[in-house]
């Protein structure tokens, strides 16, 4: 006579290990599909941007085309604007996040987050002809800042405590640069590698760098669904060795023009 019980323990047993092979971990679905799908932003250089030949370029690809490359899988950078990042690994229109995102802790309550692949610096982008000098100079003056960025979080906060000055919300950091090279807001605050490139470029010639911003370091992730545990282990390993490889050095030497800031990727006393 069959036991019932143990009928019922290994038919759980069975459907459990059914579930587990046909629920296939996403890391084995990129591999398998030939194809690793970036959301990457194109307006934030040297991040990422758009090149003489309106090919996708920066950092942020660069670092796409590497996963890519080690993964054994042809990237596509799927173009999304900064308020679209995480939108578009939630829909599934990417598999990843190399967008140049804060690891704030209310974003991680929606995505997945790695550990930090980059570090900004936040300095105040104005013109040189609004006697804004520093950061205290901007208290009270038309501000704005490319809505959904760390930046814009702490810039739109500190003008409500200010009581004082506007706040105008961009949905692109070119409508923001735009913005203030024509007088519609007298200044921003941008992190030290968008002020650099953006002077560099030419393109506005009556910007400067007045100064950097008091914001804390503005730490940057990877992103991926939450439950996706193995393929964030895996990112969050793939940015150990960008480090360890010597290769984060050459693509921050590449992209920035300086060397990498000394503290840049830790939190002192922490395992991050």
Known sequence: MKNPAFA?????????????????????DIIGSGKLRCAVTLDFPPMGFRDASNAPAGFDVDYC??????????????????????????????????????DTLERAKTVG?????FAFQMVVLTRDNTGINSFDDIKGKALGNTSGTFEAIALEGDVKKWG????????SQSDTLLAVAQGH??????????????????KYKNL???????????????????????LLNYLNLFVNQQVRSGRYKELFVKWVGTEIPPTDLTVPRVYY
């Open 65 to 102: 085309n590497d996963l890519a490359k080690i993964l054994g899988v042809d990237a596509e950078v799927v173009e999304t604007p900064f308020p679209d990042r995480i939108p578009a690994l939630i829909s599934g229109r990417a598999d990843v996040i190399v967008a140049s995102t804060s």
């Open 8 to 28: 019922v323990a290994l038919s759980a047993v069975l459907s459990t290990s059914f579930m587990a092979t046909a629920h296939a971990d996403k890391l084995d």
């Open 208 to 230: 400067k760098i007045a100064g950097n911003a008091p914001y804390t370091i503005d730490f940057v992730s990877l992103g991926a669904k939450r439950n996706e545990y193995g």
């Open 113 to 117: 987050l790695t550990v930090p692949y």
């Open 185 to 202: 807001i007298d200044a921003t605050v941008v992190t030290n590698t968008v002020a650099a490139a953006t002077i560099k470029s030419g």
């Open 164 to 171: 004082s000055g506007t706040f105008r919300a961009y949905q």
